[in-house]
């Protein structure tokens, strides 16, 4: 996989809003967040690091790492690593490119998440469902995020 050419359109500073749902870590609340996507070691993987900021000040933080996935069918598999302020050991998370949207399932023991980067211009969607234990996913959060600076 030559993932700077799948990531191209993702790399960069991105701002915006989230609306995030209630939850056993934290109450509903808006919030502002800011993302960063670039390529390092030699554009063999993706590093992304992210900040949410409440109206209180609290924040939460996570730097993430994405690879390609060689046990993947095609080149559009994914791997990815998130580290988070809550200090969670992280499994790696395992999605796809689906067109321009890049979909990911990150499973832990309390269950699983699912994630989705949507590019439409100038613009990024960013999704999370949750599926704690044997319920069904519902909505975590919804982003809507505007690019700051470019590659």
């Known amino acids: 996989m030559i993932l700077g050419e799948r990531f191209w359109d993702l790399l960069g500073n991105w701002s915006g809003v989230?609306?995030?749902?209630?939850?056993p870590w934290a109450p509903a609340a808006r919030t502002r967040a800011a993302l960063t996507f670039?390529?390092?070691l030699g554009g063999t993987v993706v590093v992304q690091d992210y900040r949410q900021v409440r109206d209180d000040g609290a924040e939460f933080l996570a730097h993430g790492v994405f690879l390609g996935d060689a046990g993947a069918?095609?080149?559009a598999g994914v791997r990815w690593w998130l580290f988070d302020s809550f200090g969670n050991a992280p499994e790696p998370g395992r999605g796809r490119w689906a067109g321009g949207?890049?979909?990911?399932?990150r499973a832990t023991p309390r269950g699983s998440a699912h994630h989705r980067f949507e590019l439409d211009g100038g613009r990024l969607a960013y999704a999370i469902d949750v599926a704690l234990g044997d319920q069904e996913a519902v909505p975590f959060l919804r982003g809507r995020y505007e690019r700051v600076s470019g590659h």
Do not use: F, M, N, P
Not at 18 to 23: K, R, T
């Open 38 to 40: 670039k390529l390092d």
């Open 73 to 75: 069918v095609d080149d």
């Open 101 to 105: 949207a890049l979909e990911l399932v």
């Open 18 to 23: 989230e609306e995030q749902s209630a939850s």
